[in-house]
Every structure is written in structure tokens, then in C-alpha cells.
């Protein structure tokens, strides 16, 4: 686990905001409800929309690539870099995302405020019986290793939507 913050520039999110309200109606978006396996919705009611920004700008997806990939540790590569908004009553069931694959998730907050009231916390285990979490906080990153077994707690149905990047980095050889 590693936490960085103030990990975009401002203008870098505003340009993110941009592209999702320009790309809202197209064709583009999916859902955890039909790319997630059921063990990560763990048949959760709410949804997860889901824009992979390589799809949609590519001269803003190579900037943002560009910007991130400084994150990455040697010898890994980013390999897709998605927006989500987390819609009331979604969440993630306790997982880890393969400890064969060696990969590093990336998280990166967007809401400007989120008040812990909302859930929507990322949890993970620390150990056998030390459990954490952190509440989201804007422009704030957080790393985890494809070994660690983490999730995201519900989100109320009072909340906004939380708006998170999600940067899936691979070891080169593997992308």
C-alpha cells in the first residue's frame, strides 16, 4: 500500500471532467454489472459506469498516460487507465486482483468532497487480523499490489457519485 498526494495537476482533472460530460451520451460506457464477475459485485444493486479513456481522446489519453506512467515502478507499463463513478449502493466484495499476475492497481479520487458518511471507504487487509481503510480524498492515489485483499465498502444512496481513475500497471513483459 502507498498513498501519494496531489498526484494530478488540476487542470489534467478538469480536462477528465471535460471528456467524461462530452462522452456521456456516446457509445462507449459499460457497467460492472456486465464486466465485473460475480464474485467482485457479489450481486450488488448498484452500478458502476465505466469509461476506458483510451477509447474516447487519444491525444489527452497519451498526456495522461505520460503524466501516470512517472508512477510506475521500474519495469512496469501502464496498460489501461479507466474513469468510474460509483453510483449509489455499488461497492466491491472482498477480492484480490491475482496474485499471479504481478499487477499494481492505482486509485485515484476525483470528487472535489466526500464525506466519510457516504461509505464508499477502500478497505484492506493489513494482516490476518489487521484490517484498514481509507476514506476518499481528492486528487489522492492510492497503490495496491495484485496480493492484497482489499474492497470497497457500499456507498449510500444519499451519496454523489464517487468519481475515482482506475490505472492498471503490468510488469513490461507481460503487456
Not at 122 to 144: A, H, L, Q, R
Amino acid at each position: 500500500m502507498k498513498i501519494i498526494k496531489d498526484i494530478l495537476k488540476d487542470k489534467i482533472i478538469d480536462a477528465i471532467f471535460d471528456i467524461v460530460t462530452i462522452d456521456r451520451n456516446k457509445n462507449v460506457w459499460k457497467t460492472n454489472l456486465i464486466s465485473w464477475h460475480d464474485n467482485i459485485t457479489n450481486n450488488s444493486i448498484g452500478s458502476v459506469s465505466i469509461l476506458n479513456l483510451r477509447l474516447i481522446e487519444h491525444e489527452f489519453y497519451l498526456i495522461l498516460y505520460t503524466e501516470l506512467q512517472k508512477y510506475c515502478p521500474d519495469g512496469y507499463s501502464i496498460k489501461d487507465i479507466l474513469y468510474y463513478e460509483w453510483n449509489a449502493l455499488s461497492q466491491i466484495s472482498w477480492h484480490n486482483d491475482g496474485d499471479k499476475m504481478n499487477r499494481i492497481g492505482l486509485t485515484i479520487y476525483l470528487n472535489s468532497h466526500w464525506d466519510r458518511n457516504w461509505g464508499g471507504f477502500f478497505c484492506w487487509e493489513e494482516s490476518t487480523d489487521i484490517y484498514k481503510m481509507y476514506i476518499p480524498n481528492y486528487n489522492t492515489g492510492v497503490f495496491i499490489e495484485s496480493d492484497i485483499n482489499h474492497h470497497v465498502s457500499i456507498i449510500s444512496p444519499y451519496a454523489p457519485p464517487r468519481k475515482t481513475l482506475q490505472v492498471w500497471m503490468f510488469p513490461n513483459k507481460d503487456i
